[in-house]
């Protein structure tokens, strides 16, 4: 992650940082620290003092205490001296994967991953070998700590990173557990990107005299995300997400869902209408879940269902598209979604599908997020045929032709199509591939809300027709009353 961008331009070097850290990092291209890491770094280097950091993905954390924390650690001494929590397997590898990069050049560190879902015999071997730095997830943490496999009374460090989304999780009683294992000489981290009552009980319990800091999020993505939303009924959602699909035929992105159930609805859908797309979720193997993040990052997959919480950690560059199936829960986890794509310079598209009661949910959402969406019809069929002719005729003109490989095959073709003429020849060959969406959206529906209200005269009619009658059995009832009290 490159984080020139930076306003203040302080250099790394102002740290005291080790030579070997300095040098992985210049290869990595961080030339300048980003404000938390501005604040965390020189603070770690010089104090015991526990932190307390509001601080959400994006802002570059894990360097903020992955640099100094490694340049305090120890080598000679086998002990476990900082352990590292934090709520997901993939968030877990990618910490572990980080500070590894980072530490290239120093000997002797060794940083290890315990998470669940792999076989936990590998990781006990691994514990044998003396790690300095241990990044785990609470449920397989607190399983080796009671089977007296890792040992954390002495550590240095306790980090607890995105404690807000391990605390809602439901790690409470794991994390107390853990922590109460560990040393009161310690000092605690604590990063959160939410401050709820779940994580200012835990700083108030575990936390003395903590120095605390704020930093607004680094999203340099934003100028370069389009927010866009579709307004249709709940039940044409699937429909949205298959005609965004079939409009941009070079989609690489990620479908946002609320609940596991969801997802695997969706992707199941998308595989049954035979596009390049998988899901991952709570209740896939983490080889199930490697496999699908592998097929993804070498583009064999197109489109990537996903909770929120499944996609914790999930780095994955060039995303052209994130679609929010749902609006989530928390405004401020749009951000997180959305920050996913237009990285790097590049441009990407947000996209929303809300129905009519969510309008006031989107305006919370422009406002605590700073940003402004576009209001945007869906397409309709003759729109998508004309888009999908267009790109199969853009790829024919420049598909690279192999004149040696493709030589013995031509007599025979050129006496097969003998027959037809030059424009029957192209809407033969062109049919082939466009017969299926010409056949689908043949007679396919504007699903807009709008236009339901405005096209349908005969709803409106009716909506009158419920109004009227409705006034008229209000006069009834008026009148039955009074003779009553007669």
Known sequence: MNYTKNENRESFLNFSLKGELIKAIKELGFNHPTPIQQKVI??????????????????????????PLLDLTNTRDTNVQTLILCPTRELCIQITNDLISYSKYIKMIKILAVYGGAKIQKQISSL?????????TPGRTKDLIRRKKLFIGNIDRLILDEADEMLSMGFKDDLETIINTTSKKKQILLFSATM???????????????????????NRAADNVQHIFYMVQAKDRYEVVKRIADMNPDIYGIVFCRTRRETKEVANKLMNDHYN??????????????????????RQLQILVATDVAARGLDVEDLTHVINYNLPDDDEIYTHRSGRTGRAGKKGVSMVIIH???????????????????????????DICKERLYALIDKIEKVNVNEEQIEPFLPYIYEKLNWLDRKKLIKH?????????????????????????????KRKKNNRKK????????????????????
């Open 277 to 298: 797309a998988d899901t991952i979720h709570g209740d896939l193997s983490q080889a199930e879940r490697d496999d699908v993040m592998g097929r993804f990052r070498k």
């Open 467 to 486: 109004f009227f009658n409705s006034k008229k059995n209000n006069r009834k009832n008026k009148r039955y009353k009074r003779k009553r009290k007669k």
């Open 196 to 218: 709820p009552p779940k994580v200012v009980m835990v700083t108030k319990k575990y936390m003395r005299n903590s120095l605390e800091i704020a930093v607004a999020r680094v």
């Open 128 to 136: 044998k070998k003396g790690p300095q730095i241990v990044v785990g």
């Open 42 to 67: 020189p603070h770690l280097m010089s104090s015991n003092q526990d932190l307390i950091a509001s601080a959400q993905t994006g802002t570059g954390k894990t360097a903020a205490f992955g640099l």
């Open 356 to 382: 009519g009661r969510e309008i006031r949910k989107l305006k919370d959402i422009e406002r605590t997020c700073g940003i402004s969406f576009t209001k945007k019809d869906v397409p309709n069929g003759l």
């Open 429 to 457: 060959f062109v049919s082939t591939e466009f017969n299926r969406y010409l056949s689908y959206y043949k007679n396919s529906k504007d699903i807009n809300v709008e236009a339901h209200e405005k096209g349908n005269p």
